[in-house]
C-alpha cells in the first residue's frame, strides 16, 4: 500500500524526511527554472522591453497565425491557444516567442521563425495566416501574472505617456504581449503592453 505523507514522516530518518521536504518546497521553482530554459531556445521575433520600461521599438515585418474568439481574451476558456497549438503541430512549425493577444474582442497570435517561412502555410477555418507589415509601437514591460487588471494598468500609463508625446500619436489599439508559458510562476512572468504609434498629425493653418 502507498504511504501517504504522514506516515512517511513519522517512519522516515531524519535525512530521508529533510530532502523530502526540499524537494517539496522547491520542486515547483525547479519545473519553472526548466520550462524557463526551455523557452529561451525558441526563437524570440524582437527584445523584451525591460520591466518599468517605457520605449518606442520598431517591430519588423512578421508571418502570424492568428485565431478570433467572440468574447474577451481573459475568458477562462477562450480556446485560442488551442487553435494555434493545433495548427503549428499540424503543419511541423515551430514555436516562437512572444505570443500577442488582442484583449476585446480576444484575437491569440502566434508568429512563424524565420527557418519556416518557406513552408506552404495557409490559412483554416480555425487560424488565419496574415502578414504584418513592419510598423513602430511604443510598449512598457511588465513582470507578474497575466491579468486583465495588469494589462488595463500599463495600457493606461502608455496612454499617460503618449498624451505627453508632441510627435507620436495612436495609430491602433493597445494589446499584450507574453513571452512565458502557462506553467512559470507569476512573479517570473515576463509580459508588455503595445499601442501601435504614428507620427502626430499636425493641422495646417486655416486660410483667412
Do not use: C
Not at 518599468?52 to 520598431?58: L, Q
Amino acid at each position: 500500500m502507498q504511504e501517504n505523507v504522514g506516515d512517511f514522516l513519522n517512519q522516515a530518518n531524519p535525512s530521508r524526511v529533510t530532502s523530502f521536504m526540499i524537494v517539496r518546497i522547491f520542486f515547483p521553482f525547479i519545473t519553472s527554472f526548466l520550462f524557463l530554459h526551455t523557452l529561451s531556445a525558441y526563437e524570440e521575433m524582437f527584445e523584451k522591453t525591460p520591466v518599468g520600461e517605457i520605449k518606442m521599438i520598431d517591430l519588423p515585418e512578421r508571418t502570424a497565425l492568428e485565431a478570433k474568439s467572440n468574447g474577451s481574451y481573459f475568458q477562462s476558456d477562450n480556446g485560442l491557444f488551442r487553435k494555434l497549438f493545433r495548427y503549428i503541430s499540424s503543419n511541423d512549425l515551430a514555436m516562437t516567442t512572444p505570443v500577442e493577444a488582442d484583449v476585446n474582442p480576444g484575437k491569440m497570435r502566434f508568429f512563424v521563425g524565420g527557418n519556416d517561412q518557406r513552408k506552404n502555410n495557409s490559412s483554416t477555418k480555425e487560424v488565419e495566416v496574415r502578414k504584418i507589415a513592419p510598423h513602430k509601437v511604443v510598449a512598457i514591460g511588465v513582470r507578474g501574472s497575466y491579468s486583465i487588471k495588469r494589462f488595463m494598468e500599463n495600457k493606461q500609463k502608455l496612454e499617460q505617456w503618449l498624451a505627453k508625446e508632441k510627435k507620436y500619436e495612436a495609430a491602433g489599439d493597445a494589446y499584450a504581449v507574453y513571452w512565458d508559458g502557462p506553467f512559470v510562476l507569476g512573479f517570473f512572468k515576463r509580459s508588455e503592453v503595445h499601442i501601435p504609434i504614428k507620427l502626430r498629425e499636425t493641422k495646417s493653418p486655416a486660410k483667412q
